[in-house]
């Protein structure tokens, strides 16, 4: 540190110098994500910032980031019911759903996905090669007798080819969701796919396993879907409620970074009755900003399938590669063709869009 920068810190009062320095990061996102509009790609500083900027304004600083660029998309006008996934879900739905999602940041929705559905995504997963940390370079088929490793993640390749994940991509009622939350057009990010099995029975930080917020991008929403019934046993989902809220994470832990946090360093900060753990059966579908803290849970037996869909306001922050298309049903072509936003990540590669 310069010896003039060290005199203008004793001289200056503390409040001043963190104005200054939250303005310095400022300036350099807003330079990055003007690079992003021109070149589409997020420079590794421009992503480092979006992180620091949140974990040093407490959300605030991304919050109104978003509130700036949610403009450049704005959202369908949606006046009648919608029939999906979700069953025939009313525009009044729709408004306490959102509302429910402002306030708790997670919703689990009554309806489940069909019976047939779900036996072909449990069959998929087990016929599909996923990858294993720590190298995640090949793909291995998952021995349901004998994993060999915490946590088996499906490629994003193979699981847009599939015709019910595209089915589900396409679901009406889901993106309507994400259009309100987000107020504006969504773009459909990446779907996900994973077991995470009873292999290490301790947390694991590679599978997610202890408390942290997710930061890809500036915001978004997620939907789960549980493809195998989820108990205490086999790894819950958990998340602290309405901690996806600007100024409701304690500083002295955001001062930490990124970081992993033990459930231990964050009960101090929270009522007991805001830690939620979603426990229930196969087909369960569940909305959450994954802003807040969440964990997926260490397994004591058995294995989880979990299905993720991550919808966002735009792709600036972690370069993710265009999801591209191979095997396409003709619905789910016309349909990215007519929903040029909501598509603008899906490229296909036998046909043109
Ligand atoms: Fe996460």
């Not at 330079?31 to 304004?57: P, V």
């Not at 069953?87 to 996905?113: R, T």
């Not at 955001?254 to 964050?266: M, V």
């Not at 792709?315 to 349909?335: C, E, R, Y």
């Amino acid at each position: 540190m310069s010896f003039f920068f060290s005199m203008i810190q004793k001289i200056l009062p503390q409040s001043i110098l963190r104005k200054f320095h939250k303005r310095k990061m400022e300036d350099i996102f807003q330079q990055g994500y003007n690079d992003f509009e021109l070149s589409g790609k997020t420079s590794d500083e421009a992503y480092q910032r979006l992180i620091s900027l949140y974990c040093y304004s407490n959300g605030y600083s991304t919050e109104a980031f978003h509130q700036k660029i949610r403009h450049k998309n704005p959202p369908k006008i949606i006046s009648s019911n919608l029939q999906g996934v979700l069953g025939e879900v009313s525009i009044g739905s729709f408004n306490a759903i959102n509302k429910n999602l402002d306030k708790n940041g997670y919703v689990e929705f009554d309806k489940k996905l069909n019976r047939d559905i779900l036996e072909r995504l449990y069959d998929f997963a087990l016929q599909t090669g996923a990858k294993i940390p720590p190298e995640y370079d090949s793909k291995i088929i998952y021995d349901v007798a004998s994993p060999r490793a915490e946590i088996y993640r499906f490629d994003i390749q193979d699981l847009i080819d599939n015709v019910d994940i595209q089915s589900l991509i396409m679901d009406p009622t889901l993106i309507n969701i994400a259009r309100n939350y987000l107020k504006c057009e969504p773009i459909f990010d990446f779907p996900a796919m994973w077991w995470s099995t009873s292999f290490s029975k301790k947390a694991s930080s590679e599978a997610a396993q202890l408390y942290h917020f997710d930061m890809d991008r500036i915001k978004w929403l997620k939907v789960f879907f549980y493809i195998n019934d989820v108990n205490e046993e086999n790894g819950p989902h958990c998340y602290i409620e309405g901690t996806h809220k600007a100024g409701t994470k304690p500083m002295e832990i955001l001062q930490r970074g990124y970081a992993r946090i033990s459930d231990e360093d964050l009960r101090p900060y929270y009522k007991p009755e805001d830690f939620k753990v979603l426990c229930a059966k196969a087909g369960t579908i569940f909305a959450g900003d994954t802003k807040c803290w969440h964990k997926g849970t260490a397994l004591k037996t058995g294995h989880r399938l979990v299905l993720e869909f991550e919808y966002t306001s735009s792709l600036f922050g972690a370069n993710i590669p265009k999801m591209q298309v191979k095997n396409t049903s003709p619905a789910f072509f016309d349909f990215c063709l007519n929903n040029k936003v909501y598509a603008s990540n899906i490229e296909f590669i036998n046909n043109k869009l």
